[in-house]
């Protein structure tokens, strides 16, 4: 009765809490997106659950911590061969529950979700060096202690990935964690969670309470026990957690929003800048770094907008188990109607539709068409909010500062993309971009020794390498005096 066969997987639909599975009384349903099948009724977890999840990581703190990098790592390497060993029915089961392509979760994601662990159980081992250096002969020693539990609350777009992009350095930093995945996405969560289990990893280390982030996520934001919250995802939300998290001044990162440009100088290569302009809607345009606003200088922006509409007539939209499949639905009716709502009110007030503009009606479900939208009113909606779905829009420039002026002139400030023919140039644009990440001629490249994390209203710290590990953990300085010594 609390599990379900889905994608060849058994999912047990309670929340994992102290190494053991527990019910809640209420449930919630898990729907797919694909063809909107009820996939499982999901524990939905309140104060209740979570207190128990926060008393379980608080238990289980002291001999995680004690492991030290070695003994964690030595675990979290076993929990990364799991995960390898199961990639293709993870990689089918989050496609069912978050309706993203099939190929990508089983080329890209599933191996960074095992990368995530893998990566950050090596960091801490080889490359988390205590620094030493010296004050008038005194040596100051740097180092990272755990600091407790971790409050992890991620959303549906990468539900998998975005978990394992906070566990993997939470655990790996000693850290125990309780995470409250996305009430639209919560099954591969259930999984790793047994799959940490098989792992040997000790109860309690990894705590999984599902539920909606009104009841479940509110109390684990607001639980005096925890001592970090990582979260990512929308900036209302943020602020919600911010308030909470003010009250017990736990430390907080935040991985939120953006509406960040995309810039094509009239020396790009045009046929690139096209390409990385279509990238823009991978995943159904439900992706934090996507580039949604296109600024492209007024000489080439005839031909760009040619091509581009060519290449966007070209996509192939359907069933994202489909391998020729580029484009899936969004994730829900909800949000299918927000981004919906977002093209009505920019075309009711004067955007140009150049490609799509609406629903897929051959579809059905919940198909959006790839759109672009140009001549929108400047400072009009959807030129300044984020929209989260495949909807790109047109901007012209006549020169660098004014591409730079456009391009920052909202208030997210998550990444950038710059298509130019020129290192200079591409230089001197670049260092007046206010972003966490900027993509010359290129998008998407990502390394998790780099730092990671939105300027501005996109969010609060920076997480990846020893950034990840100066959030999760106490960093320490001892300082030795050179006297005082019997030897
Ligand atoms: P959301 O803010 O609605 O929800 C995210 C998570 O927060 C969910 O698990 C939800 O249950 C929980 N939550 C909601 N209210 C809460 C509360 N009061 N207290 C505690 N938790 C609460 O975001 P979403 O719609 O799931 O995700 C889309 C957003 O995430 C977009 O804005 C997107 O840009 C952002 N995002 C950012 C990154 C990044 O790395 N910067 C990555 C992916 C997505």
Same mark, same amino acid.
């Given at each position: 009765?609390?599990?379900?066969?889905?994608?060849?997987?058994?999912?047990?639909?309670?929340?994992?809490?102290?190494?053991?599975?527990?019910?809640?009384?209420?449930?919630?349903?898990?729907?797919?997106?694909?063809?909107?099948?009820?996939?499982?009724?999901?524990?939905?977890?309140?104060?209740?659950?979570?207190?128990?999840?926060?008393?379980?990581?608080?238990?289980?703190?002291?001999?995680?911590?004690?492991?030290?990098?070695?003994?964690?790592?030595?675990?979290?390497?076993?929990?990364?061969?799991?995960?390898?060993?199961?990639?293709?029915?993870?990689?089918?089961?989050?496609?069912?529950?978050?309706?993203?392509?099939?190929?990508?979760?089983?080329?890209?994601?599933?191996?960074?979700?095992?990368?995530?662990?893998?990566?950050?159980?090596?960091?801490?081992?080889?490359?988390?060096?205590?620094?030493?250096?010296?004050?008038?002969?005194?040596?100051?020693?740097?180092?990272?202690?755990?600091?407790?539990?971790?409050?992890?609350?991620?959303?549906?777009?990468?539900?998998?990935?975005?978990?394992?992009?906070?566990?993997?350095?939470?655990?790996?930093?000693?850290?125990?964690?309780?995470?409250? +995945?996305?009430?639209?996405?919560?099954?591969?969560?259930?999984?790793?969670?047994?799959?940490?289990?098989?792992?040997?990893?000790?109860? $309690?280390?990894?705590?999984?309470?599902?539920?909606?982030?009104?009841?479940?996520?509110?109390?684990?934001?607001?639980?005096?026990?925890?001592?970090?919250?990582?979260?990512?995802?929308?900036? +209302?939300?943020?602020?919600?957690?911010?308030?909470?998290?003010?009250?017990?001044?736990?430390?907080?990162?935040?991985?939120?929003?953006?509406? /960040?440009?995309?810039?094509?100088?009239?020396?790009?290569?045009?046929?690139?800048?096209?390409? &990385?302009?279509?990238?823009?809607?991978?995943?159904? $345009?439900?992706?934090?770094?996507?580039?949604?606003?296109?600024?492209?200088?007024?000489?080439?922006?005839? /031909?760009?907008?040619?091509?581009?509409?060519?290449?966007?007539?070209?996509?192939?939209?359907?069933?994202?188990?489909?391998?020729?499949?580029?484009?899936?639905?969004?994730?829900?009716?909800?949000? &299918?109607?927000?981004?919906?709502?977002?093209?009505?009110?920019?075309?009711?007030?004067?955007?140009?539709?150049?490609?799509?503009?609406?629903?897929?009606?051959?579809?059905?479900?919940?198909?959006?068409?790839?759109?672009?939208?140009?001549?929108?009113? +400047?400072? /009009?909606?959807?030129?300044?909010?984020?929209?989260?779905? +495949?909807?790109?829009?047109?901007?012209?420039?006549?020169?660098?500062?004014?591409?730079?002026?456009?391009?920052? $002139?909202?208030?997210?400030?998550?990444?950038?993309?710059?298509?130019?023919?020129?290192?200079?140039?591409?230089?001197?644009?670049?260092?007046? &971009?206010?972003?966490?990440?900027?993509?010359?001629?290129?998008?998407?490249?990502?390394? &998790?020794?780099?730092?990671?994390?939105?300027?501005?209203?996109?969010?609060?710290?920076?997480?990846?390498?020893?950034? /990840?590990?100066?959030?999760?953990?106490?960093?320490?300085?001892?300082?030795?005096?050179?006297?005082?010594?019997?030897?």
């Amino acid at each position: 009765m609390h599990q379900v066969r889905l994608a060849g997987l058994t999912v047990d639909t309670r929340h994992a809490i102290g190494g053991e599975r527990v019910a809640s009384t209420g449930t919630f349903e898990s729907v797919s997106p694909i063809d909107g099948a009820v996939l499982a009724h999901i524990a939905r977890g309140g104060a209740v659950e979570v207190d128990a999840a926060v008393q379980a990581a608080r238990a289980a703190f002291p001999a995680w911590r004690d492991l030290g990098p070695r003994g964690r790592g030595e675990l979290l390497h076993r929990l990364a061969d799991l995960v390898e060993a199961n990639l293709e029915p993870l990689a089918t089961l989050e496609t069912l529950d978050n309706g993203s392509l099939l190929r990508s979760h089983r080329r890209g994601v599933m191996p960074r979700v095992a990368m995530n662990i893998r990566f950050f159980a090596d960091w801490a081992v080889d490359r988390l060096r205590h620094e030493v250096w010296q004050t008038r002969g005194h040596d100051n020693t740097i180092s990272w202690d755990p600091s407790g539990v971790a409050a992890l609350i991620t959303p549906w777009n990468a539900p998998l990935m975005l978990a394992t992009w906070k566990i993997g350095p939470a655990l790996a930093a000693g850290d125990t964690v309780v995470l409250k +995945p996305a009430e639209w996405t919560p099954l591969t969560a259930s999984v790793f969670a047994d799959l940490a289990n098989e792992a040997g990893i000790p109860p $309690g280390v990894v705590n999984v309470v599902q539920g909606f982030g009104a009841e479940a996520g509110a109390a684990l934001v607001a639980h005096p026990g925890i001592a970090r919250i990582s979260f990512t995802g929308s900036v +209302p939300t943020a602020k919600a957690i911010a308030r909470a998290a003010a009250e017990n001044l736990t430390p907080v990162s935040f991985e939120l929003g953006g509406k /960040s440009p995309l810039i094509v100088t009239d020396d790009a290569d045009l046929e690139l800048a096209v390409e &990385l302009a279509i990238e823009q809607y991978d995943n159904a $345009g439900q992706v934090c770094l996507s580039g949604t606003r296109l600024l492209v200088h007024e000489a080439v922006a005839e /031909s760009f907008a040619a091509r581009f509409a060519e290449k966007a007539a070209a996509i192939v939209q359907g069933d994202p188990r489909d391998e020729a499949t580029q484009i899936g639905p969004q994730i829900h009716r909800i949000h &299918l109607d927000r981004i919906a709502g977002f093209v009505e009110r920019a075309t009711a007030a004067g955007a140009r539709v150049v490609v799509g503009g609406g629903p897929n009606e051959q579809l059905g479900g919940l198909y959006y068409r790839p759109t672009l939208l140009a001549d929108a009113r +400047p400072g /009009s909606e959807i030129l300044t909010t984020e929209v989260f779905g +495949p909807v790109l829009t047109m901007q012209t420039f006549a020169g660098d500062e004014e591409a730079v002026e456009l391009a920052n $002139g909202t208030e997210y400030g998550l990444a950038a993309v710059v298509v130019c023919g020129d290192r200079e140039r591409a230089r001197a644009l670049t260092k007046n &971009l206010v972003a966490g990440t900027i993509w010359v001629n290129c998008f998407f490249v990502r390394d &998790l020794a780099a730092p990671f994390g939105g300027s501005k209203k996109s969010g609060i710290g920076r997480e990846g390498g020893t950034w /990840s590990f100066d959030f999760y953990a106490d960093v320490k300085n001892t300082v030795y005096a050179p006297t005082g010594w019997k030897d």
